[in-house]
């Protein structure tokens, strides 16, 4: 029995995490959860369980459920999200926790000699190398949720040591038809609208602009301790073949499955063990034909500036991560348009300094400096 | 350093593995081979080196052989063959041989402690109990060198237990586009003529009418211990996946490359380890789609009886071997048309009488009435 906390629960992976969790009760029990406002997405397991340790934003919120759910222990804020990750009794922490606010309780559940699964690829982005030496130091085990990570976690089997190059899949996300003038026009609701994956609504913006191919880059550097000249990004519209690693003798192993987030949430889980899940199998005569294509860096250019950031390996991958954020949260907020996204990021990108990352507190003053320097862009402000 | 015995050296697979030997001095030495009458082809590696163990086909050779080359020890015939298979120097032995007549010496191999990298597929489909519980007893390695079975070696790694389906991948051989009365015309020029893999003669043939992916589903219930229901043959004319594993929690890992078998041969040796090789790498944007169409088992019905004949475990499969084997020389002799072969092979399938299948004797026994039912069919007598 595997006892897991997840965090961020009542989101996109946190709520198909819960889903798998359901599917195989003499394998895994949920022993903690955070959430942040949606309490009622949620309401089911606390009904149906007792005993957990809930963390939500507010202490009002907190106080009001503790007379609704007796048989839980609730706990609320910064404070409370660590606590709910050094859960005493947890093996395994799902960080589905969206955005650089997801480090913090990574950090601190490694600490606490938790194995982490980890949907939260902003984490690595912008502290790969602190999170990195802390697992190290901890000698507990990090695995991948995002796809493409797992896809390669999956191809990459113990003996298979002599490693070519990484091929992350990227569908091109809502607008890979588009020209960028094209963009200029573009709803909110169009950007969300994903042609293969139902996400959250970051990701989602994120894979528009294909950031979130760029975060993957950074992410995969760092999981798979890879140079970032043997990372390629290769368009690939249907999103079944997963991602594929090259090896020396040129063999390419590839995993490949229906886009659904269950199959990689679940092998974090159950890894190294495989289990079943109640899935249609991927039929690959009617899936009929793949397709792969080369991406066009200037009609992306956030992936242009991820793979720069990751290169520098200063804190310019903390900062970009956190102007993005900002300008992402600005877009879902009405505040800009689509097209500023990428554009302001860059510019932003291309305009801050730069300085070494060693510390948490390094990672967290550059991820300010990029929101700064995005919400000063949409003021008006002297940036 | 491997030492190793190549049975079979002068032809396609032969001649990739000399190759590949070649390019790695430091790891692999080829200490004996056999060649049937084509010495010539390896004349180079008889000049270069001394002291290996050659086999050739009739005595008279061995002696002319025998002076030309005083450097080397030369054998013959069957027993020579055998006396080959158990070089007390040879670590591993490829087997690519073509035909049954590859079953006796992989067995005094197995016997003889050797690890066997096999490209014979006709030694497993007609004595796969047989082969597979002599490596069980004598505790050695059998990898295949196969594409197809190599891919899925390569697919599972020491923790993935839980599989759900081996999917072989089938190119569909030289006539894929042409219906089974526009085969009435066809010529052995055009038969040979296959789109993707430049192959021996035999396979060749056997790809064209899928008696080869026939061969390889039974192939590979030896191999990996698969029931026939959860072995699939998909077609995918590109030759770029090689082949497929998915698991219970339906994830699929799939191996791909470009179609040179030098890649296989290399894995067979150098497993668990890789090395490097000197080959382009997959260009997928270059191959730009991969399409994949279910298999017509009325226009391809010798793929169809070899899946009856692995499912009946008994003499049946060593017999539709014999039977292919004696129609497909036929063909290449001339002596029938190519749509005669699936033709008159599945005609003695469904004819002869089976029985238990437990020694090396059946299996000759087997294969020696699928020969016989073929050759009274061509010569008109009574089947």
Redesign the interface.
Known sequence: MKNIVILGASGSIGLQTLDVISRHPDKFRCVGLSVKSRIEAVAHVLRLHSGLLICVEKAEDALRLSSEFPQHQFVWGEDGLIQLACHVEADTVVNALVGFIGCKPTLAAIEAKKNIALANKETLVSAGKIVMETVRRNNVSLMPIDSEHSAIA?????????I??L?LTASGGSFRDKTRSELDSVSLADALNHPNWSMGAKITIDSATMMNKGLEVIEAHWLFQMPYDQIEV?MHRQSI?HS?V?????????????P?MR?PI??AL?Y??????E????D??K????????VDFKRFPLLRCAYLAGKREDNSAAALNGANEAAVAAFLANEIRFIDIDTFVSEAFDSMIYHELNTLEDAIAADKMGRDWIKNKISGGNV
Chains 1, 2 share one sequence.
């Open positions: 999956q191809c990459l089997s113990a003996h298979d040591k002599n070519r190059r091929i290769i073949v594929m090259e090896f020396e003798d040129r063999a390419i192993i590839a995993q490949l499955g229906t659904d199959i679940q092998y159950s190294p063990q495989r289990l079943p899940i899935l249609e199998s991927l690959l005569v899936a009929h034909h793949l397709t792969f294509e080369s």
